[in-house]
DNA sequence: GCGACAG
DNA sequence: ATCTTGTCGC
Protein backbone atom coordinates (compact mmCIF):
# COMPACT_ATOMS: atom_id res chain seq x y z
CA UNK A 1 0.00 0.00 0.00
CA UNK A 2 1.13 3.74 -0.83
CA UNK A 3 -0.14 7.26 0.63
CA UNK A 4 -1.89 8.84 -1.64
CA UNK A 5 -0.65 12.06 0.07
CA UNK A 6 2.64 12.29 1.18
CA UNK A 7 4.01 15.65 2.73
CA UNK A 8 7.52 16.13 4.88
CA UNK A 9 7.40 14.88 8.74
CA UNK A 10 10.58 17.45 9.36
CA UNK A 11 8.44 19.82 10.81
CA UNK A 12 8.65 22.91 13.62
CA UNK A 13 5.24 22.95 15.82
CA UNK A 14 4.07 25.78 13.97
CA UNK A 15 4.00 24.14 10.66
CA UNK A 16 2.83 21.14 11.75
CA UNK A 17 -0.18 22.58 13.32
CA UNK A 18 -0.61 24.73 9.98
CA UNK A 19 -0.45 21.37 7.93
CA UNK A 20 -3.57 20.01 10.56
CA UNK A 21 -5.75 22.69 9.62
CA UNK A 22 -4.67 21.99 5.49
CA UNK A 23 -5.44 18.13 5.63
CA UNK A 24 -8.29 18.52 8.13
CA UNK A 25 -10.68 20.03 5.67
CA UNK A 26 -10.20 16.83 3.72
CA UNK A 27 -11.96 14.57 6.24
CA UNK A 28 -14.61 13.20 5.02
CA UNK A 29 -17.32 12.06 8.55
CA UNK A 30 -19.59 9.92 6.16
CA UNK A 31 -19.55 6.25 5.38
CA UNK A 32 -17.29 5.63 2.33
CA UNK A 33 -16.63 1.77 3.46
CA UNK A 34 -16.51 -0.60 0.22
CA UNK A 35 -17.37 -4.62 1.90
CA UNK A 36 -14.98 -4.36 5.25
CA UNK A 37 -13.22 -8.11 4.90
CA UNK A 38 -9.84 -6.89 6.68
CA UNK A 39 -9.07 -4.46 9.41
CA UNK A 40 -6.09 -2.37 10.14
CA UNK A 41 -5.06 -1.88 13.71
CA UNK A 42 -2.35 -0.06 14.60
CA UNK A 43 0.03 0.32 17.80
CA UNK A 44 3.68 2.16 18.71
CA UNK A 45 5.70 1.60 21.73
CA UNK A 46 9.05 3.04 22.80
CA UNK A 47 11.81 1.02 24.35
CA UNK A 48 12.47 2.31 27.92
CA UNK A 49 15.19 3.98 27.09
CA UNK A 50 13.11 6.39 25.20
CA UNK A 51 15.54 6.41 21.79
CA UNK A 52 13.27 3.92 19.40
CA UNK A 53 10.05 3.04 18.56
CA UNK A 54 8.11 0.10 17.52
CA UNK A 55 5.59 0.47 15.13
CA UNK A 56 3.08 -2.50 14.39
CA UNK A 57 0.05 -3.05 11.51
CA UNK A 58 -1.75 -5.77 12.15
CA UNK A 59 -4.15 -6.94 9.56
CA UNK A 60 -7.78 -8.63 11.23
CA UNK A 61 -10.05 -10.50 9.28
CA UNK A 62 -13.33 -9.37 9.67
CA UNK A 63 -15.61 -12.08 10.71
CA UNK A 64 -12.88 -14.26 12.63
CA UNK A 65 -10.78 -11.39 14.03
CA UNK A 66 -7.74 -13.51 13.61
CA UNK A 67 -4.75 -12.18 12.59
CA UNK A 68 -4.29 -12.71 8.87
CA UNK A 69 -0.88 -10.86 8.52
CA UNK A 70 1.73 -8.18 10.19
CA UNK A 71 4.35 -5.93 9.72
CA UNK A 72 6.74 -4.30 12.15
CA UNK A 73 8.83 -1.31 11.85
CA UNK A 74 11.67 -0.01 14.17
CA UNK A 75 12.34 3.71 14.01
CA UNK A 76 13.97 6.23 15.64
CA UNK A 77 11.87 9.31 17.56
CA UNK A 78 12.30 12.52 15.65
CA UNK A 79 9.14 14.56 16.64
CA UNK A 80 8.46 15.31 20.86
CA UNK A 81 5.09 13.80 22.11
CA UNK A 82 3.26 17.27 22.65
CA UNK A 83 -0.30 16.78 22.77
CA UNK A 84 -2.59 17.47 19.81
CA UNK A 85 0.66 16.84 17.29
CA UNK A 86 1.03 12.99 17.94
CA UNK A 87 0.99 11.89 14.90
CA UNK A 88 4.16 13.63 14.05
CA UNK A 89 5.38 10.99 16.04
CA UNK A 90 4.47 7.97 15.70
CA UNK A 91 2.60 8.13 11.92
CA UNK A 92 6.32 7.74 9.69
CA UNK A 93 7.17 4.27 11.04
CA UNK A 94 3.53 3.05 10.61
CA UNK A 95 3.16 4.73 7.22
CA UNK A 96 6.19 2.72 6.46
CA UNK A 97 4.90 -0.78 8.04
CA UNK A 98 1.47 -0.04 5.78
CA UNK A 99 3.69 0.04 2.59
CA UNK A 100 4.58 -3.15 3.54
CA UNK A 101 1.45 -4.96 4.43
CA UNK A 102 -0.01 -7.30 1.31
CA UNK A 103 -3.10 -7.24 2.49
CA UNK A 104 -5.09 -4.00 1.95
CA UNK A 105 -7.54 -3.69 4.68
CA UNK A 106 -11.00 -1.58 3.71
CA UNK A 107 -10.73 -0.18 7.53
CA UNK A 108 -8.04 0.82 9.90
CA UNK A 109 -8.60 1.73 13.70
CA UNK A 110 -5.93 3.79 15.55
CA UNK A 111 -5.02 3.71 19.39
CA UNK A 112 -5.42 7.38 19.73
CA UNK A 113 -8.30 10.26 18.35
CA UNK A 114 -9.50 10.81 14.97
CA UNK A 115 -12.01 14.35 14.98
CA UNK A 116 -12.02 14.20 18.84
CA UNK A 117 -9.10 16.92 18.74
CA UNK A 118 -8.36 20.47 19.07
CA UNK A 119 -8.15 21.24 15.17
CA UNK A 120 -10.26 18.13 14.17
CA UNK A 121 -7.31 16.10 12.79
CA UNK A 122 -5.88 13.65 15.58
CA UNK A 123 -3.89 10.53 14.17
CA UNK A 124 -6.85 8.78 12.75
CA UNK A 125 -7.40 11.48 10.85
CA UNK A 126 -4.49 11.96 9.54
CA UNK A 127 -3.84 8.39 8.66
CA UNK A 128 -7.10 7.72 7.39
CA UNK A 129 -6.64 10.90 4.86
CA UNK A 130 -3.13 9.82 3.97
CA UNK A 131 -4.11 6.48 2.35
CA UNK A 132 -7.51 7.64 1.66
CA UNK A 133 -8.99 5.33 3.91
CA UNK A 134 -11.75 4.76 6.30
CA UNK A 135 -10.21 5.04 9.60
CA UNK A 136 -11.60 5.05 13.20
CA UNK A 137 -9.72 6.78 16.09
CA UNK A 138 -10.25 4.68 19.24
CA UNK A 139 -8.38 6.24 22.59
CA UNK A 140 -8.46 4.70 26.26
CA UNK A 141 -8.82 7.97 27.64
CA UNK A 142 -9.65 11.68 26.63
CA UNK A 143 -7.63 14.52 24.84
CA UNK A 144 -10.41 17.00 25.37
CA UNK A 145 -13.72 17.39 25.52
CA UNK A 146 -16.91 16.76 28.42
CA UNK A 147 -19.24 13.99 28.83
CA UNK A 148 -21.55 12.07 30.72
CA UNK A 149 -20.56 8.73 32.13
CA UNK A 150 -22.61 6.32 29.52
CA UNK A 151 -24.61 3.73 31.22
CA UNK A 152 -23.08 0.61 32.47
CA UNK A 153 -24.03 -1.76 30.15
CA UNK A 154 -21.67 -3.05 27.17
CA UNK A 155 -23.15 -0.99 24.44
CA UNK A 156 -24.14 1.85 26.21
CA UNK A 157 -22.22 5.58 24.96
CA UNK A 158 -22.95 9.03 25.87
CA UNK A 159 -21.57 11.85 23.22
CA UNK A 160 -18.57 13.74 23.45
CA UNK A 161 -18.76 17.40 23.07
CA UNK A 162 -16.59 20.34 22.75
CA UNK A 163 -17.36 23.71 21.71
CA UNK A 164 -21.17 22.91 20.91
CA UNK A 165 -20.47 19.91 18.47
CA UNK A 166 -20.16 16.29 18.73
CA UNK A 167 -17.09 14.98 18.54
CA UNK A 168 -16.93 11.24 19.13
CA UNK A 169 -18.32 8.51 21.87
CA UNK A 170 -17.88 7.70 25.35
CA UNK A 171 -18.52 3.95 24.58
CA UNK A 172 -18.65 0.79 26.95
CA UNK A 173 -17.26 -1.85 25.80
CA UNK A 174 -17.65 -4.47 28.58
CA UNK A 175 -20.17 -4.28 31.28
CA UNK A 176 -18.94 -2.17 34.23
CA UNK A 177 -15.83 -1.27 32.46
CA UNK A 178 -14.38 2.13 31.81
CA UNK A 179 -15.53 3.41 28.49
CA UNK A 180 -12.96 3.89 25.51
CA UNK A 181 -13.33 7.15 23.40
CA UNK A 182 -14.58 6.56 19.98
CA UNK A 183 -14.10 9.18 17.00
CA UNK A 184 -13.94 9.66 13.53
CA UNK A 185 -10.99 9.28 11.93
CA UNK A 186 -11.92 9.47 7.91
CA UNK A 187 -14.83 8.21 5.61
CA UNK A 188 -17.06 6.98 8.24
CA UNK A 189 -20.16 8.07 10.44
CA UNK A 190 -19.69 8.17 13.93
CA UNK A 191 -21.98 5.71 14.58
CA UNK A 192 -21.09 3.10 11.90
CA UNK A 193 -17.58 3.78 13.69
CA UNK A 194 -19.25 2.84 17.37
CA UNK A 195 -20.65 -0.47 15.35
CA UNK A 196 -17.85 -1.49 14.31
CA UNK A 197 -15.86 -0.55 17.59
CA UNK A 198 -18.24 -2.78 19.66
CA UNK A 199 -18.40 -5.64 16.99
CA UNK A 200 -14.20 -5.57 17.65
CA UNK A 201 -13.97 -5.94 20.91
CA UNK A 202 -16.58 -8.56 22.39
CA UNK A 203 -14.49 -9.82 25.12
CA UNK A 204 -12.31 -6.70 26.29
CA UNK A 205 -12.24 -3.70 26.96
CA UNK A 206 -9.95 -2.62 23.59
CA UNK A 207 -10.76 -3.52 19.99
CA UNK A 208 -9.24 -6.87 18.98
CA UNK A 209 -7.26 -4.60 16.13
CA UNK A 210 -5.46 -2.51 18.94
CA UNK A 211 -4.78 -5.76 21.92
CA UNK A 212 -2.91 -7.47 18.72
CA UNK A 213 -1.35 -4.69 17.44
CA UNK A 214 -0.28 -4.24 21.08
CA UNK A 215 0.96 -7.48 21.90
CA UNK A 216 3.02 -7.55 18.82
CA UNK A 217 4.79 -4.41 19.48
CA UNK A 218 5.67 -5.52 22.75
CA UNK A 219 6.63 -8.69 22.27
CA UNK A 220 9.41 -7.73 19.71
CA UNK A 221 10.15 -4.65 22.28
CA UNK A 222 10.63 -7.44 24.73
CA UNK A 223 12.69 -9.89 22.51
CA UNK A 224 15.12 -7.22 21.17
CA UNK A 225 15.57 -5.38 24.81
CA UNK A 226 15.87 -8.74 26.86
CA UNK A 227 19.13 -9.35 24.87
C1' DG B 1 -0.66 32.29 36.50
C1' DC B 2 -3.00 27.51 37.22
C1' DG B 3 -4.54 23.04 35.39
C1' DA B 4 -5.33 19.74 31.32
C1' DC B 5 -3.01 17.24 28.21
C1' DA B 6 -4.24 10.92 22.68
C1' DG B 7 0.63 7.79 23.53
C1' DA C 1 4.30 5.82 26.42
C1' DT C 2 7.68 4.20 30.26
C1' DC C 3 9.60 3.31 35.20
C1' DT C 4 7.60 -1.10 38.40
C1' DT C 5 5.36 -5.49 43.02
C1' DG C 6 2.25 -6.45 45.24
C1' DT C 7 -2.30 -6.24 46.12
C1' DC C 8 -7.49 -5.09 46.63
C1' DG C 9 -11.62 -6.72 44.44
C1' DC C 10 -14.95 -9.55 41.55
Known sequence: MEPRVKHSWKLTEEEAVQLQQELARQVIAEDHLA?????????????????????????????????????????????????GLFSFRELPPVIQAFQQIKTPPQ????????LAHPRRFGLASHLGVLFNMPAIG????????EFEEPGLDRGAM????????????AVRTQDGIKPIFVSVGHKISLATACDWILKLAP???????????????????GGADHV
Do not use: W
Open 203 to 221: HYRLPETTRQADQLVNRVL
Open 138 to 145: CGKTRLLG
Open 35 to 83: DVQYIAGVDVAYSKHSGKLIAAVVILEADSLKVAESVVVEDHVQFPYIP
Open 158 to 169: SSLMDRGEVIGS
Open 107 to 114: LIVCDGQG
